[in-house]
T-cell receptor, first 114, second 111 residues
């Protein structure tokens, strides 16, 4: 079964540092997403990406966040200057073209900002 | 702001009992998806319902989409300890495919 792969599985970083979370979506999928889940809270949408550009972003996704698909396989989320409240599980997801098909989520990166 | 209210948040039952989890919203969704999430893992898709009134069965799990496409339910018949886990509903609002998640239902099935 095809998988969405995320690395690293855990990342601890100091406040103010930059982090890059990496994802390899399923190869024939066209739409890519980042979600996050703060401990004990709902899974929240961050950003969607299609055709090499952001198609939608949430209020959470401010100037500290950016996404890239640099080489046609990797999909990255960068947080420029991490804050304590950025500590969360970050999930990458991808899907094929039809919106009502299900999504495949990665196993997540647990980011801890200290 | 689109909201999806999921209830109950916690459910502890004995093996063999039936249960129903509900997701409700004032928003209309183009589809509604149900996921199961294990600790430390990403959500895993169980089913997608698309048409108002649609019912889908997955072994002992029955999923229903409301006629107005604003609500959905998950019914488990004769629950087993292996059903223990976090169940999430998520609605798709637009063609961009953003998912709006419910709070989740933590199900515990005791032998």
């Amino acid at each position: 079964e095809p998988e969405v792969t995320q690395t690293p599985s855990h990342q601890v970083t100091q406040m103010g540092q930059e982090v890059i979370l990496r994802c390899v979506p399923i190869s024939n999928h066209l739409y890519f997403y980042w979600y996050r889940q703060i401990l004990g809270q709902k899974v929240e949408f961050l950003v969607s990406f299609y055709n090499n550009e952001i198609s939608e972003k949430s209020e959470i996704f401010d100037d500290q966040f950016s996404v890239e698909r640099p080489d046609g396989s990797n999909f990255t989320l960068k947080i420029r200057s991490t804050k304590l409240e950025d500590s969360a599980m970050y999930f990458c997801a991808s899907r094929v073209d039809r919106v009502n098909y299900g999504y495949t989520f990665g196993s997540g990166t647990r980011l801890t900002v200290v | 702001t689109q909201l999806l209210e999921q209830s109950p948040q916690f459910l502890s039952i004995q093996e063999g009992e039936n249960l129903t989890v509900y997701c409700n919203s004032s928003s209309v969704f183009s589809s509604l998806q149900w996921y199961r999430q294990e600790p430390g893992e990403g959500p895993v898709l169980l089913v997608t319902v698309v048409t108002g009134g649609e019912v889908k069965k997955l072994k002992r799990l029955t999923f229903q989409f409301g006629d107005a496409r604003k609500d959905s339910s998950l019914h488990i018949t004769a629950a087993q300890p292996g059903d223990t886990g976090l169940y999430l509903c998520a609605g798709v609002i637009n063609q961009g495919g953003k998912l709006i998640f419910g709070q989740g239902t933590e199900l515990s099935v005791k032998p």
